[in-house]
């Protein structure tokens, strides 16, 4: 039994270099006849997804949207040279995320496609509502020529500033992506990224404990929209406002016991360029209280969100009163007013001359610059006032009011002022009542005896025929 044993292990020893060396030779055989054509088509799935949104002013990067922000409806096209090689419009009715606008990625079935470069175009949200030449693209067949159709996709521009039109319910957020693809026949999946047209504005407000704000508005953003950053869009204007508090009562917000308030997002048209954005707010103090401030910001991308803090407590504006009375015969003498530290309402002697002084106190060791003022009343409706040599922008305006107690004469005035490279603007709006001129002392205890005029009590004397 041992030789016969030793026979076969000899045998076996033998063939084994050849039994090793099929494996081998197949595998090398596999590779030499793989004569795979390179023009062969690729089968491959396409996904499309909505892309985060970059946050401005944080270091985050992105945060993902929120319900409702997504994808509604869906057009793709693969275009080489301007003919329509591929077209996807899935139907998306009975998708219960794409019903409320919250589709966040969609793939395609397994197709097939021919090796090249293509130009992928990519559409979510398309509604006649935004524009009619866009939503004319999803009457497009496949092999059709877009010349011939008399479509230039690329220059496509959503105007009537289709941000105003968004309700999240029937017309969503429009959507668009324009890239260059490269097939082959290894190619699998080709993903494609959709931006939003619209800028995210989240809007916080500080300052006075309960303070009611009664008006806030955006304003200062473009009118239209081209389907891509590089679209070449003409006649841009930056006209467009968003009314976020209209100013009335029922829409008035209170700021907290902290005093601040969080306004819910809104969304506004994505902007290329402007020399900022303007910010106009009205408060119920001092008898109306109007803010305006322009952001640094001068550019709102698209897909983007900016947080933008209002802050009411860095300045504050003061209003410095006098008044004078001019005794018969004698110069002007200063009389005493109530106590109020700001003088957006006063009571002043009939008749007297008055002079209002602006200043402004800085926050910090902030210095303030280019203070200027511009006073305003209604002509055709306030009789009885005047002011006295006003120029507009002067800091001081001096006036004089007629010699009858009871009237109310509502006086507004603006105030602009620079500081740390910032600049400001508010408006206030200023009662005054004049009253009895014996109501109000003389201010200084000290008078010369050609000064000491005592007044009396007014008397009305009624005179009777005899």
């Not at 000899?10 to 050849?18: E, I, S, V």
């Not at 809007?203 to 404990?209: E, H, V």
């Not at 009789?383 to 120029?391: K, M, P």
Request: hydrophobic share 35%.
């Amino acid at each position: 039994m041992n030789k016969i044993k030793q026979h076969i292990y000899k045998a076996m020893l033998w063939l084994l270099p050849w039994l090793c060396a099929v494996p081998l030779a197949s595998c090398s055989f596999d590779d030499d006849i793989d004569t795979g054509d390179d023009n062969a088509p690729a089968m491959l799935q396409l996904s499309i997804t909505a892309r985060e949104e970059g946050d401005l002013n944080t270091r985050e990067g992105t945060e993902v949207g929120q319900n409702s922000e997504y994808m509604h409806n869906l057009l793709v096209l693969f275009i080489q040279g301007d003919k329509v090689v591929k077209k996807f419009l899935p139907d998306l009715s009975n998708d219960e995320a794409a019903k409320v606008g919250n589709l966040k990625t969609w793939t395609s079935e397994s197709i097939t496609l021919t090796p090249g470069t293509y130009t992928v175009y990519a559409f979510a949200n398309i509604d006649s509502y935004f524009s009619t030449a866009w939503s004319s693209l999803t009457g497009l067949g496949d092999g059709e020529s877009l010349t011939e159709k008399g479509i230039d996709i690329d220059n496509i521009v959503l105007e009537d500033n289709p941000a105003s039109k968004l309700d999240l319910l029937t017309y969503f957020i429009p959507m668009s992506a324009k890239e260059e693809v490269t097939v082959t026949r290894s190619t699998r999946n080709i993903s494609i990224g959709l931006d939003r047209l619209v800028t995210k504005i989240r809007m916080s407000i500080t300052g006075k404990p309960n303070t009611k704000v009664t008006a806030l508005s955006f304003g200062g953003y473009a009118d239209k929209i081209g389907l891509f950053s590089d679209t070449q869009v003409n006649d841009m204007q930056y006209t467009c406002q968003h009314i976020v508090l209209n100013g009335e009562e029922s829409q008035s917000i209170q700021l907290s016991d902290g005093g601040t308030y969080q306004f819910a997002d809104f969304y506004v048209n994505s902007s290329p360029g402007n020399s900022g954005y303007t910010v106009t707010l009205e408060t119920d103090e001092k008898n109306g209280t109007t803010y305006t401030a322009t952001t640094k910001r001068t550019v709102l991308p698209r897909n983007s969100i900016y947080p933008l803090s209002l802050n009411l407590t860095g300045y504050d504006v003061t209003l410095d009163l006098h008044c004078w009375v001019s005794p018969i015969g004698n110069v002007p003498v200063e009389v005493k007013l109530s106590p109020n530290p700001d003088y957006y309402t006063c009571t002043i002697p009939e008749g007297s001359q008055f002079e209002f002084t602006v200043g402004v106190t800085p926050s910090g060791t902030t210095a303030i610059e280019n203070l200027k003022s511009a006073w305003t009343f209604d002509k055709e409706s306030v009789t009885g006032l005047a002011f006295d040599n006003y120029t507009e922008g002067d800091t001081t305006v001096k006036g004089h009011v007629t010699a009858s107690a009871g009237k109310t004469f509502n006086l507004t005035f603006d105030v602009t002022w620079t500081a740390d490279r910032n600049n400001f603007e508010r408006r206030y709006n200023v009662i005054i009542t004049t009253d009895d001129i014996t109501n109000f002392p003389f201010k200084s205890k000290t008078r010369t005896p050609e000064f000491g005029l005592d007044y009396l009590r007014h008397e009305m004397l009624n005179m009777f025929k005899k």
